[in-house]
């Protein structure tokens, strides 16, 4: 079975910064693309940022500028280094695996993990 775990919300100021990670765990052979969403109160999950295995990016225009998001391949890991946080970002983040195919199985599956929240005050 495949886990994600994310570490590393909290809460911060307005101005500040925080860096998620996502490690995936299990049994994997390969994973496409990992990202990160986010669901703010009384609000629809929507997509932060996404990078692929080959590292192309893609982000929301509302995190362009302020929001990176990194990958490490080896470790399954995927990092979303945030600054200039402002009250409107605060929500639920959740890290999301996509296309992981596990080591002798043939078909893919995408994974969500359990969510970290983000805070940010003004």
């Known amino acids: 079975q495949v886990q994600l775990v994310e570490s590393g919300g909290g809460l911060v100021q307005a101005g500040g910064s925080l860096r998620l990670s996502c490690a995936a765990s299990?049994?994997?052979?390969?994973?496409?693309?990992m990202g990160w969403y986010r669901q703010g109160p009384g609000k629809q999950r929507e997509l932060v940022a996404v990078i692929t295995n080959v590292g192309s990016t893609t982000y929301a225009d509302s995190v362009k500028g302020r929001f990176t998001i990194s990958r490490d391949g080896a470790k399954n890991t995927v990092y979303l280094q945030m600054i200039s946080l402002r009250p409107e970002d605060t929500a639920v983040y959740y890290c999301?695996?996509?296309?992981?195919?596990?080591?002798?199985?043939?078909?893919?599956?995408?994974?969500w993990g359990q969510g970290t929240q983000v805070t940010v005050s003004s």
């Open positions: 999301n695996a996509m296309g992981v195919l596990q080591k002798g199985h043939f078909k893919s599956a995408d994974y």
């Open positions: 299990g049994s994997i052979f390969s994973i496409n693309g």
